[in-house]
């Protein structure tokens, strides 16, 4: 399979525990973003990394939360002392060097944390 | 900024008849649109996307979406509709600085 992939699938936790995701992009995909889906709404956007470096945040993400793309592939999203309202699905997106401004973004099957 | 707005967050439909789910955008430049469908548990699937290129584009699984500028909208129809079709629908718009921004969902329910 070479999707976008994500693990784990489902994450619970207590409250104030630490989490770590992490997103495999498609091969030779530069641009990585992560999106977070609370229950009945659409996903909204969080972060993204061209390459290794994260270009943009979204005030959503408060202090507790941390990503990384350390060599350009893979990138993980750290929650730190998680809150019940985390809960969410992450879902990553992965899309290939820029063509334009039609270049699509391909979605992983996302993580599901529940914080207890 | 852009910004999408899906009307109705449920629609119901019997097999066979006609699906439809309204999407209206707001942009202050040519927009970028797309539809995703999300079934239980999964990611998001790209169904179609609008590029400037054609005003009616298909996608995949027989659907296809209309871009009417003035009207602002960006309506998802499929004749006709199979109980596979049952899903979140997402309508979505592109940022200039490459965010996809999505509206809230449509849950479309297949009545057999």
């Known amino acids: 399979d070479t999707g976008v992939s994500q693990n784990p699938r489902h994450k619970i936790t207590k409250r104030g525990q630490n989490v770590t995701f992490r997103c495999d992009p498609i091969s030779e995909h530069n641009r990585l973003y992560w999106y977070r889906q609370t229950l009945g709404q659409g996903p909204e956007f969080l972060t993204y990394f061209q390459n290794e470096a994260q270009l943009e945040k979204s005030r959503l993400l408060s202090d507790r939360f941390s990503a990384e793309r350390p060599k350009g592939s893979f990138s993980t999203l750290e929650i730190q002392r998680t809150e019940q309202g985390d809960s969410a699905m992450y879902l990553c997106a992965s899309s290939p060097p820029r063509q334009g401004a039609t270049s699509e973004q391909f979605f992983g099957p996302g993580t599901r944390l529940t914080v207890l | ?112």
């Open chain 2, 1 to 112: 900024a852009q910004s999408v707005t899906q009307l109705g967050s449920h629609v119901s439909v019997s097999e066979g008849a006609l699906v439809l789910l309204r999407c209206n955008y707001s942009s202050s430049v040519p927009p970028y649109l797309f539809w995703y469908v999300q079934y239980p548990n999964q990611g998001l699937q790209l169904l179609l996307k609008y590029t400037s290129a054609a005003t009616l584009v298909k996608g995949i699984n027989g659907f296809e979406a209309e871009f009417k500028k003035s009207e602002t909208s960006f309506h998802l129809t499929k004749p006709s509709a199979h109980m596979s079709d049952a899903a979140e629908y997402f309508c979505a718009v592109k940022s200039r600085d490459d965010k996809i921004i999505f509206g809230k969902g449509t849950r479309l329910h297949i009545l057999p």
